[in-house]
């Protein structure tokens, strides 16, 4: 079992939702804070990671996780968030930052005497597969070992693009010369691995395989690059399948342009579900949806520090609020968590968690059986982190379980002076106190907790 440990320098930030899952589900309340704890640390930044299904020995979802020296890791928050060390890439190249992507994804790519799902580690310019065996052991796939050739990878996504060919294919974006990117599709038939070239232009910074267009049958391939432009990429027929796919522009803003892309239905006003997206250069999260001209509008929803320039990952995870929606959380170059959410009918966003070192990656959801709702995130310090939802009972700011005249001068404290408040009570959070709810304790909180303590 791994020990938790307290992230020491961190801090904690209001929140007034809890985020829910994308492993499981739960539920959401309000006046609630996170508290974070140290599962693991790996030594080196965190890169990589991704909730599903990989290992079928163990119930519940596992975590997948990519490290900068190349070692992938399982983490199973049900079985007391034990670690086991799955494999290690040989790295060629040193990847400082996130600023050369990396990823990890799980999906059924080797069909033959594979039931499960397999993992595909991209990082620096190598592209692995690893298939996990009956007896608990894991087989490697090289499909790109940076050796050759000059290319440097901006991850790889798993998905089902191609109807004839049995389970899924795996996408992998790699940059070439002149600011220019290929996306290959790789896909694995008898043990033989088969690529070819569906997208050449603008370096392509994320991708994900989705069904977009409903009037067409299959999924498609959504590219966002790094000078704007958001591309749909459609399988032509068979007998093309090996030239470059026919593509069209969605949108094309640049100083927009996204960085990390998901696809949910986070907005019920609007009809289907939403690319989602966090932004490269503002530091954002948007979201687009179709037009009448057959593109997509691109909304802003939020925007953090811009110094941190990249919303380096996000996760979309179900809430019921206000608006019955998703919400997405985001992390960031200034080691700052971020939540966007719906209320009353408008976006919002707030600071939920920050971290002495960038927050490199993201997932959220109700992992631990024990636990309502949790996110995960990775830093660039090596620190897997995990925030706990913690509900508040409004107007218990001496934590005793009731909301009495024994909290009035914690309340007072807490108003006038929040350091010493969490000094004299560590074990509170001063998210209790803002019983109006609006993410802060202000002056605007004394009439309703006096309500709260009369009873009126």
């Not at 309000?30 to 990989?54: K, M, N, Q, W």
């Not at 490199?360 to 660039?380: M, Y």
């Amino acid at each position: 079992m791994l020990a938790a440990r307290s992230s020491g320098t961190v801090r904690v930030l209001l929140a007034s939702g809890v985020l829910f899952p994308m492993c499981g589900a739960a539920y959401a309340t309000d006046a609630t804070t996170f508290r974070p704890d140290v599962i693991h640390s790996f030594g080196a930044p965190v890169y990589g990671l991704e909730c599903g299904e990989f290992d079928p020995s163990h119930n519940g979802p596992e975590i997948a996780v990519l490290v900068g020296d190349g070692s992938v890791w399982q983490v199973s928050p049900r079985d007391d968030w034990r670690l086991a060390r799955i494999g290690q890439v040989q790295l060629l190249m040193d990847v400082p930052s996130m600023h050369i992507r990396s990823t990890i994804a799980i999906g059924n790519v080797i069909s033959k005497e594979s039931p499960g799902n397999e993992l595909v580690a991209s990082i620096g310019d190598t592209l692995t597969a690893y298939q996990r065996q009956a007896d608990g052991t894991w087989t490697v796939h090289p499909l790109e070992d940076g050796a050759l050739e000059l290319n440097l990878g901006w991850g790889a996504r798993i998905g089902d693009l191609d109807p004839t060919h049995p389970g899924e294919e795996v996408v992998y974006i790699r940059e070439g010369f002149l600011d220019s990117s290929g996306a290959m599709l790789y896909s694995e038939t008898n043990g033989m691995w088969d690529k070819v070239m569906i997208y050449f232009d603008f370096v392509g910074m994320d991708s994900i395989v989705v069904d977009l267009d409903k009037t067409s049958p299959g999924n498609e391939l959504v590219i966002t690059t790094e000078f704007g432009p958001t591309y749909l990429v459609r399988q032509p027929p068979a007998a093309g399948r090996l030239d470059l796919w026919p593509r069209e522009t969605l949108w094309d803003d640049e100083p927009n342009s996204g960085w990390v892309l998901d696809f949910a239905d986070v907005d019920p006003t609007l009809p289907g579900s939403e690319l989602v997206y966090g932004t490269r250069y503002n530091n954002s999260v948007a979201i687009s949806t179709p037009n009448a001209d057959g593109g997509h509008d691109l909304i802003p929803l939020y925007q953090g520090d811009p110094v941190s320039r990249t919303m380096w990952d996000i996760a979309v995870a179900p809430l019921v609020g206000d608006d019955l929606a998703p919400e997405i959380v985001g992390v960031d170059g200034r080691g700052v968590t971020h939540l966007v959410e719906r209320r009353a009918g408008a976006w919002t966003g707030r600071e939920i968690y920050e971290h002495p070192s960038p927050l490199n990656v993201v997932v959220a959801g109700a992992l631990d059986a024990d636990a309502a709702t949790e996110i995960l995130v990775g830093s660039q310090t090596g620190e897997l982190i995990r925030l706990t939802a913690t509900v508040n009972l409004a107007g218990d700011l001496n934590c005793d379980g009731v909301v009495s005249v024994g909290d009035i001068n914690p309340f007072v404290l807490a108003l006038t002076d929040p350091v010493e408040y969490a000094i004299q009570f560590p074990d509170c959070d001063l998210a209790a106190g803002d019983c109006s709810d609006d993410g802060q304790l202000t002056v605007g909180d004394i009439n309703c907790f006096v309500a709260l303590v009369t009873g009126g």
